[in-house]
């Protein structure tokens, strides 16, 4: 009886524990603009975390966006896409970041050091946290072109 009970919750917790490893999510491509007051913001970090309130669970998805304000999403694990629902948008200043506190060479965002006036931040702080952004964004399938807009 005892070697039964052994092998079956031996048998459970592998099932388990692999099941957790090889979870897969509905993914799509996602790209996108960011705006400020009608102008692209360049240099900007561009988050997409999947809503828990929302009944939605996965990973994170990441973009930079680039001269025209333009991203594309993948995941940490280098997965195009975000997964499918609503997510909270965060968006990171990364030329303020980097102006206010270097970042090291080594870092996966690829930093543009450029010279650009003045200090702005471009971003306000509630859009730059995941239980204060009012930012949300909706990965549909086939595939979503979202556009982000900020005041």
């Known amino acids: 009886m005892f070697r039964r009970l052994a092998l079956l919750t031996v048998g459970v917790v592998t099932t388990a524990f692999t099941a957790c490893q090889g979870q897969q999510f509905p993914m799509v491509p996602v790209e996108g603009v960011v705006l ?39 995941t940490d694990a280098g997965d195009d896409g975000a997964v499918v629902g609503t997510h909270r948008v965060i968006l990171v200043d990364v030329d303020y970041l980097e102006r206010t506190a270097p970042i090291p060479a080594d870092h996966p965002i690829k930093l543009k050091h450029k010279d650009k006036g003045p200090l702005v931040k471009r971003v306000k702080d509630d859009c730059s946290e995941y239980y204060r952004t009012p930012l949300r964004q909706e990965a549909k399938k086939p595939s979503s072109t979202v556009t982000i807009e900020i005041k």
């Open 36 to 74: 400020k007051d009608g102008k692209p913001l360049d240099n900007v970090k561009v988050e997409f975390h999947p809503d828990r309130e929302a009944g939605v669970v996965g990973p994170r998805s990441i973009g930079l966006t680039d001269a025209s304000g333009r991203f594309r999403l993948q």
